[in-house]
């Protein structure tokens, strides 16, 4: 008899983490979230692990990462002293499980509401500023980390308005201000991509942990602060733009004051608009 799906899934865990000195897994669970992978919580022996996954190879066709460069990316970053997850193994194509990673777990929630409820603003946004800078700082020579190129990455976003129909005068009119607005370009950091409450993992209203690394690229660092400010990540704060927490200005001070680069509002309001209508799209 053929095993079930979540047998052959704890067979091939078993296998990766053997290859660490670790016992097989226990407890599968899979976890909420996650609009492209699967992420799967276990323990083995006294550890308690994450495992991030494509069950299909087919799934990372065409990503500007595989789960080699993401994991390695991962690994810069907690060596830069971003709070990312410790990486313990990667999965192998003999384990049959598909692509990706076991991380040890993050203590805490992702729970926004929950971390905006128990919260102080003033601690949490310095915390939030501390990891965008270690993360804007973080040394990727050698890695395979796509670079954005911010005129091509609009016009392929113009490419897709017009093949959705090009018929929101909003996104339109969104669209011509951002092709007469490009900002000229930066030294390139290291960008998470999707940096904001969700992907953040909280304890007693403290930042324990940054997840979710599959969209980072290295361009302008404004785009992270402002992603992070959009309405939809604010939870039900329109009051506080910055992360559901505080004003863009009082951010924008506790990143400089954690060692980031002079903000630039201009730069800022691109990156918000940008983000608003890719998010649109």
């Given amino acids: ?17 053997a290859r660490v000195g670790l016992p097989a897994p226990a407890g599968l669970e899979r976890l909420s979230g996650g609009a492209n992978m699967e992420s799967w919580r276990f323990t083995a022996g006294d550890e308690t692990g994450v495992l991030r996954r494509a069950p299909s190879l087919d799934m990372m066709a065409g990503r500007p990462m595989d789960h080699h460069a993401e994991a390695n990316l991962i690994r810069a970053a907690r060596a830069a002293g971003v709070m990312a997850p410790e990486v313990l193994v990667e999965l192998e194509p003999d384990d049959g499980i598909g692509s990706g990673y076991v991380m040890r777990a993050i203590p805490g929630s992702p729970d926004p509401n929950a971390f905006l409820s128990e919260a102080d603003p003033a601690t949490a946004i310095r915390d939030i500023a501390r990891e965008l800078v270690a993360t804007h700082r973080t040394d990727v020579v050698g890695l395979p980390v796509p670079v954005m190129d911010t005129a091509e990455a609009l016009a392929e976003l113009r ?8 018929d929101r005068p909003i996104l339109a009119l969104a669209l011509r201000w951002l092709e007469a607005n490009i900002p000229p370009p930066l030294p390139p950091r290291l960008v998470h991509g999707d940096f904001r409450l969700g992907n953040l993992m909280f304890e007693h209203g403290r930042l324990t942990g940054v997840l979710d690394w599959e969209l980072a690229h290295l361009g302008d660092w404004h785009e992270d602060l402002a992603f992070g400010c959009m309405t939809v990540w604010r939870f039900s704060r329109p009051d506080r733009p910055g992360y559901g927490l505080t004003s863009i200005e009082e951010l924008a001070a506790a990143y400089e004051a954690a060692g980031g680069d002079r903000f630039e509002p201009d730069r800022f309001r691109f990156w918000t608009i940008y983000r608003t209508f890719w998010w649109a799209l």
């Fill in 159 to 166: 490419r897709r308005f017009l093949a959705y129909g090009g």
């Fill in 1 to 17: 008899m053929s095993p079930t799906p979540a047998e052959a899934l704890a067979a091939g865990l078993a296998r990766a983490l």
